[in-house]
């Protein structure tokens, strides 16, 4: 089945700077890309998605990059603020079947 | 706008005792979902539910877990015996359609067997 994997598990930035989350999926049947928020004790929520028939994706601050022949994709958060603070899940799911895989998380820290 | 609700927020039983997660996904969503995340760890895919009936299931998924739409609004998870390994949050998801559709995550149930 899909496997997931993400990195770094966490991620240290000051306010203002870049961040970037990695993720690698196992499964080229693979054809769509979310990624969610999770704040403490809350539940995730959908922040930016891609399909496989685009590279790049952007949303304000928020763009996700993918590579289809690599199977990785990647979300890029710029001029990080304190709010931005939350673990990031990334996901993949198949047209044929749409359960998520979800990685690992990575927990970012946006220090003021 | 509409979300998933889920209830209770909290649970607490006793090992070898059976409960019973509630959900009420977006209204005119087709497609249900329970995952869990066990705490610190990432969320699981548990099962997929479409025109009352289950379309996929992990191997998570196993005789002790149900899953049923009693109505035309709810969406339950049944445990029947619970164990200690089964203490996680439990989200229920909805999505309009099928494939790579979006899913939208209710806010889980904090479930803890003793």
């Known amino acids: 089945g899909e496997n997931v994997e993400q990195h770094p598990s966490t991620l240290s930035v000051q306010e203002g700077d870049s961040a970037v989350i990695k993720c690698t999926y196992s499964?080229?049947?693979?054809?769509?890309f979310p990624w969610y928020k999770q704040e403490l004790g809350k539940r995730p929520q959908l922040i930016i998605d891609i399909r496989s028939n685009v590279g790049e994706k952007k949303d304000q601050r928020i763009a996700v990059t993918l590579n289809k022949t690599a199977k990785h994709f990647s979300l890029h958060i710029t001029e990080t603020q304190p709010e931005d603070s939350a673990v990031y899940f990334c996901?993949?799911?198949?047209?044929?079947?749409?359960?998520?895989?979800f990685g690992g998380g990575t927990r970012v820290l946006v220090k003021p | 706008e509409p979300e998933v609700t889920q209830t209770p927020s909290h649970q607490v039983t006793q090992m070898g005792q059976e409960v019973i997660l509630r959900c009420v996904p977006i209204s005119n969503h087709l497609y249900f979902y329970w995952y869990r995340q066990i705490l610190g760890q990432k969320v699981e895919f548990l099962v997929s539910?479409?025109?009352?009936?289950?379309?996929?299931k992990s191997e998570i998924f196993d005789d002790q877990f149900s899953v049923e739409r009693p109505d035309g609004s709810n969406f339950t998870l049944k445990i029947r015996s619970t164990k200690l390994e089964d203490s996680a949050m439990y989200f229920c998801?909805?999505?309009?359609?099928?494939?790579?559709?979006?899913?939208?995550f209710g806010p889980g149930t904090r479930l803890l067997v003793l």
């Open positions: 539910f479409y025109n009352n009936e289950i379309s996929e």
């Open positions: 499964d080229s049947a693979s054809n769509y």
């Open positions: 998801a909805s999505s309009r359609d099928r494939g790579p559709e979006t899913q939208y």
């Open positions: 996901a993949a799911s198949k047209a044929a079947g749409n359960k998520l895989t």
